[in-house]
């Protein structure tokens, strides 16, 4: 009897030990996702009359197609973690954060929330065009989930934020689209929830208004905040994110530290060109790219001040002798818009012959606050062939309006 006595005190023990790590985990944990999938049925039968839709809904649509858009997601996201998703578009990536958000059930898996979660997944859902932007924050608020004291008590924050306090009761038709927008995401970050869902929002309003989100993560990311960041943009993620997701055809391949995730990501766009290993075949047009690297006095730097003067080094080999004119890298903004072109058509040509050479481009820094990359081309004169796209990614510091951009900075060249 008294071996029994033991074993039932042991088992309650170990049942008591359990118990407290899994309490213990979840004090640590805002989200646990285990084993989540998610498919769709598509109806293949379509029709193009009310007569044929009123058909179908009656017999019931016979014809569909299963499409499994998330398969046996599982990761965890810690309290004050910055966490971010990226993947193609169709990866699954808004499915995810609807499940997460309660939009969507799942097919099999669990979704665990420790905290209260304020869903941002589409700009101005649920608002009314026609009630003033007033009647709009509550009405956002209340689909949000809080009660009219919880939006009373923000209420204000909300409108110094969007800047639009002398066009509340204007109805929301009214307003411009970027003014929408504004408001929109305030009402979202002022939430004041335990965990924020953001699905590629951080590109809204001017510059302005841009910076003044930027400033708010930086201080979320500051009080640690808990952010689950959906987007495209790789500069976010290395800017904001502690970790990242890559997803890829509805399951997840690969988490970790956001450069790593980031490069991941991008070199997912370079198609036929990338081997086994995701790494770029480099070797096209008789040049073969070995390294890029931006330096400041000597020293790599991805982070530049403003005004920092900078130099940009290629190293590669080529075949046979090339111009020096032929080798080219573009200085390509966030938006993906062209800011500048080295070299200058205008600085003459070099022969390099058929070896290994180093390029370097020492630019006098008079780029404006943001994220930009590197692509590296090669033209012969009559078309330019992009060999490595994104090859390099650095970010300016500063503010939004800190200085402008320019098409034609003071560049020296050597040549080794």
């Not at 989200?31 to 769709?40: E, T």
């Not at 949000?144 to 038709?173: C, P, T």
């Not at 929408?180 to 009402?187: D, E, G, I, K, N």
Request: negative net charge; aromatic residues 10%; contains cysteine.
């Amino acid at each position: 009897m008294a071996e029994i006595n033991d074993m039932n005190e042991s088992t309650a023990m170990n049942e008591s030990t359990t118990a407290d790590n899994a309490v213990a985990a979840s004090d640590d944990l805002a989200l646990r996702v285990r084993d989540v999938s998610k498919s769709f049925r598509l109806p293949t039968e379509k029709t193009n009359s009310l007569k044929g839709a009123l058909f179908n809904l009656l017999r019931g649509v016979r014809g569909y197609r299963i499409q499994q858009v998330l398969k046996d997601i599982s990761f965890d996201v810690h309290k004050g973690e910055f966490f971010g998703i990226v993947g193609k578009n169709g990866s699954g990536k808004s499915t995810l954060l609807k499940i997460i958000s309660q939009i969507y059930g799942t097919d099999s898996g669990s979704v665990e929330v420790f905290g209260k979660l304020v869903p941002f997944i589409e700009l101005g859902v649920g608002f009314n065009p026609e009630l003033t932007g007033r009647e709009n924050i509550y009405l956002n608020g209340a689909m949000l989930g809080f009660s009219k004291e919880e939006v009373d008590a923000m209420y204000d924050d909300i409108v110094d934020f969007a800047e639009l306090r002398d066009f509340m009761e204007q109805k929301l038709k009214n307003y411009s689209s970027g003014m929408q927008v504004r408001l929109a995401f305030s009402v979202a970050i002022k939430s004041q929830g335990d965990i924020l869902v953001l699905d590629e929002v951080l590109a809204v309003g001017d510059e302005a208004f841009q910076k003044k989100c930027q400033d708010y993560f930086f201080e979320a990311k500051r009080r640690k905040k808990t952010i689950i960041l959906v987007t495209h943009s790789m500069g976010d993620v290395r800017r904001y994110c502690d970790r990242a997701m890559f997803i890829q055809d509805g399951v997840i391949a690969q988490i970790g530290d956001p450069d790593t995730i980031a490069d991941a990501y991008s070199n997912s766009f370079l198609g036929t060109t990338a081997n086994a290993e995701g790494v770029t075949d480099t070797k096209q047009r008789g040049v073969d790219l070995k390294s890029v690297r931006m330096l400041v006095n000597g020293e790599e730097q991805k982070y530049l001040d403003k005004y920092e003067d900078f130099e940009i080094e290629l190293a590669f080999d080529c075949d046979a002798p090339v111009s020096s004119q032929s080798v080219r890298v573009d200085v390509v903004d966030g938006r993906g818009w062209l800011v500048f072109s080295l070299p200058d058509p205008d600085d003459g040509a070099k022969v390099l012959e058929a070896g290994s050479h180093t390029i370097r481009y020492r630019v006098r820094n008079e780029l404006a606050f943001g994220d930009y990359h590197l692509d590296f081309a090669f033209d012969d004169g009559s078309k330019r062939y992009l060999i490595k796209p994104n090859c390099y990614q650095f970010h300016m510091k500063g503010y939004a309006t800190s200085a402008m951009p320019v098409t034609a900075p003071h560049v020296t060249c050597e040549i080794d």
